[in-house]
């Protein structure tokens, strides 16, 4: 697995994740799901899971928090914030999300499919004091019951295409695309031609199409 940024980064970005759900729910007294959603919407989520240094390392959590919700044009004056943040288990939250991100290469929308900002939370009491790899095979399993859809099918349906649609505009033999939409065959191993022009009619970047192995096992 190539991650996005270095591991000497990582502590960073899971304190500043941590300190942005602490501070965002339990000093600006978000829902934990509502504020992880305008994560989500914003550009920042797309930026931290890419490793760029200014959102990853380069704000505290509280300024990630407050310019989250600049960027949802939310109208309300945000409280100060208090000199240090215990762990809690909404800064755990936001800390073993951004390991999971930066393990697994897994985007933060993809993960929220998987498991809720609630869901994980209800983990606390369980997991905080384990290896951040069970929580890497917890959520994996989860992952695998749900039996998600292909990140193909997803970014097709957002775009309102049919399978017989995108293959006209893509030029992908309309089978083959079928079987790569179903899982029938795995896209990772699929042509560079095939998925720039996926990529190009779906407008994401090809890393975008390739899926994660959630039954990989978490040893390196």
């Known amino acids: ?3 996005a940024y270095d591991e000497q980064y990582l502590s960073d970005a899971m304190n500043n994740l941590g300190e942005m759900m602490d501070y965002a729910v339990n000093t600006c007294h978000f829902e934990i799901n509502e504020f992880f959603g305008m994560f989500l919407v914003s550009d920042l989520a797309g930026q ?17 928090a407050m310019e989250v919700v ?19 288990p909404e800064y755990w939250c936001g800390w073993i999300v951004a390991f999971y991100q930066w ?10 499919q998987i498991v809720s900002m609630t869901e994980i939370q209800k983990m606390y009491p369980t997991l905080h004091e384990a290896s951040e790899l069970k929580f890497v095979d917890t959520v994996n399993a989860i992952a695998r019951r749900k039996k998600l859809p292909t990140k193909l099918r997803m970014l097709r349906k957002a775009c309102g295409y049919s399978q017989k649609e995108l293959a006209e ?4 033999n309309l089978r083959t ?22 990529s190009k009619v779906l407008g994401c970047q090809v890393e975008d199409l390739l899926e994660y192995d959630y ?6």
């Open 169 to 172: 505009k893509s030029g992908v």
């Open 177 to 198: 695309l079928q079987e790569y939409d179903n899982r029938a065959m795995d896209i990772n191993r699929a042509t560079g031609g095939t998925l720039t022009a996926l």
């Open 70 to 88: 600049r960027k949802s044009g939310a109208d309300m004056e945000l409280p100060d914030a208090e000199a240090e943040y215990d762990r809690s």
């Open 103 to 112: 393990y697994t290469g897994v985007s933060f929308r993809e993960m929220s």
């Open 48 to 64: 931290f899971a890419k490793g760029v240094p200014k959102v990853v390392c380069g704000m505290s959590g509280v300024e990630l």
């Open 215 to 220: 039954a990989e096992g978490t040893e390196e």
């Open 1 to 3: 697995m190539t991650h």
